[in-house]
């Protein structure tokens, strides 16, 4: 039988701090996420029915959390960097855009900005059924997906005061019992595809697709794909992976130029981060309207036609905010 963790138990371990790591040789670990799951697109559309899974016997945590900038440059080329804010460092990205926010009215500091960090997450999930690629049913992939579909399970977890049914109690997509197969549709658009009508179904064992109905797994069967199921840890970028403050501040100037800040100072000072628990705050986050160039993705929120960022302009702002970067964009969003 698989190992079950209740839904607790993902909390206090998804809540605990980055475990300390030894010391060892500097490298940059490739953005590939191998088995990952595309899903195929036919006429502009797809529709995927998944489940998503829970964590590797090895592991605890249901899914990851990687945070990025990946911003198209004025010469056609791309600049990726992890966001540093998700170590609770400063981040020479953000950093920048908070000095174009306390320069320019908000409106023209817009135009000048980065955007804040992307959280990309990464889990297990079985397809059940992918009638665009029936080869995919039944096949376990990693998942990699954004904050759209994040708060869809974190809605699917909370409790709901129904008028008619009283509180409707929440589940853990991520269980093999009381769990939900997840309708997960796109519709390509013009800034990618389209999520809205992706959506839980109704709680309750997990399942396969016998190509007329959906017949409930055997122990054997769910034996059999928990022993397929991908670490997740080998896909988290750790801080000892990535560059840090002022090596993102020379590859910026190898590759563009130009200054990132009107001053690159050693940065060791700490600053809050976010939680990377996506479930203690059900409050949507502000819409955000800071102008993004981003690379393109397969999934959902990002700006696959993004123009070419404009050249920057030499500033003076040593007076920075004691605030966190998060804290900071979202009152900047508020305003706006």
């Given at each position: 039988?698989?190992?079950k963790r209740d839904l607790n138990s993902y909390f206090t371990?998804?809540?605990?701090?980055v475990a300390e790591q030894q010391p060892k040789e500097k490298k940059f670990k490739s953005w590939k996420i191998e088995n990952l799951f595309q899903p195929t697109v036919k006429d502009g559309k797809f529709s995927v029915v998944i489940r998503f899974l829970p964590s590797h016997p090895d592991e605890i945590k249901p899914?990851?959390?990687n945070r990025k900038h990946t911003i198209k440059l004025a010469n056609d080329k791309w600049f990726i960097t992890e966001c540093l804010t998700k170590f609770g460092k400063p981040c020479p990205i953000c950093q920048h855009n908070r000095e174009m926010y306390k320069k320019y009215p908000k409106e023209e500091a817009a135009k000048y900005s980065y955007g804040k960090g992307k959280s990309r997450y990464i889990c297990n999930i079985l397809v059940v059924r992918n009638a665009?690629?029936?080869e995919t049913e039944g096949k376990v992939f990693r998942f990699e997906f954004g904050p759209q579909i994040m708060k869809m399970i974190s809605t699917a977890m909370t409790d709901k005061d129904d008028e008619l049914q009283g509180i409707v109690k929440g589940f853990n997509p991520f269980d093999w019992d009381t769990g939900a197969n997840f309708v997960y549709t796109g519709v390509q658009g013009s800034n990618g595809p389209k999520l809205d009508d992706s959506h839980f179904g109704t709680p309750g064992p997990i399942d396969r697709w016998d190509g007329k109905k959906y017949v409930p797994l055997t122990t054997a069967e769910i034996d059999d794909i928990e022993?397929?199921?991908y670490h997740l840890e080998e896909c988290y970028n750790k801080e000892d992976e990535v560059a840090d403050f002022n090596t993102i501040c020379k590859r910026w100037f190898d590759k563009t130029g130009e200054q990132l800040l009107s001053t690159n100072p050693v940065q060791t000072e700490s600053v809050s981060i976010a939680s990377t628990n996506p479930f203690a705050d059900d409050t949507p986050a502000p819409a955000e309207k800071v102008s993004i160039n981003t690379k393109p993705a397969a999934s959902d929120d990002f700006d696959f036609d993004a123009p070419a960022a404009p050249t920057k302009k030499n500033i003076n702002t040593s007076?920075?905010?004691?605030v966190s970067d998060d804290d900071f964009f979202n009152g900047v969003d508020a305003e706006l």
């Amino acid at each position: 039988m698989p190992m079950k963790r209740d839904l607790n138990s993902y909390f206090t371990d998804i809540n605990a701090a980055v475990a300390e790591q030894q010391p060892k040789e500097k490298k940059f670990k490739s953005w590939k996420i191998e088995n990952l799951f595309q899903p195929t697109v036919k006429d502009g559309k797809f529709s995927v029915v998944i489940r998503f899974l829970p964590s590797h016997p090895d592991e605890i945590k249901p899914f990851i959390e990687n945070r990025k900038h990946t911003i198209k440059l004025a010469n056609d080329k791309w600049f990726i960097t992890e966001c540093l804010t998700k170590f609770g460092k400063p981040c020479p990205i953000c950093q920048h855009n908070r000095e174009m926010y306390k320069k320019y009215p908000k409106e023209e500091a817009a135009k000048y900005s980065y955007g804040k960090g992307k959280s990309r997450y990464i889990c297990n999930i079985l397809v059940v059924r992918n009638a665009n690629n029936t080869e995919t049913e039944g096949k376990v992939f990693r998942f990699e997906f954004g904050p759209q579909i994040m708060k869809m399970i974190s809605t699917a977890m909370t409790d709901k005061d129904d008028e008619l049914q009283g509180i409707v109690k929440g589940f853990n997509p991520f269980d093999w019992d009381t769990g939900a197969n997840f309708v997960y549709t796109g519709v390509q658009g013009s800034n990618g595809p389209k999520l809205d009508d992706s959506h839980f179904g109704t709680p309750g064992p997990i399942d396969r697709w016998d190509g007329k109905k959906y017949v409930p797994l055997t122990t054997a069967e769910i034996d059999d794909i928990e022993s397929k199921l991908y670490h997740l840890e080998e896909c988290y970028n750790k801080e000892d992976e990535v560059a840090d403050f002022n090596t993102i501040c020379k590859r910026w100037f190898d590759k563009t130029g130009e200054q990132l800040l009107s001053t690159n100072p050693v940065q060791t000072e700490s600053v809050s981060i976010a939680s990377t628990n996506p479930f203690a705050d059900d409050t949507p986050a502000p819409a955000e309207k800071v102008s993004i160039n981003t690379k393109p993705a397969a999934s959902d929120d990002f700006d696959f036609d993004a123009p070419a960022a404009p050249t920057k302009k030499n500033i003076n702002t040593s007076d920075v905010p004691e605030v966190s970067d998060d804290d900071f964009f979202n009152g900047v969003d508020a305003e706006l």
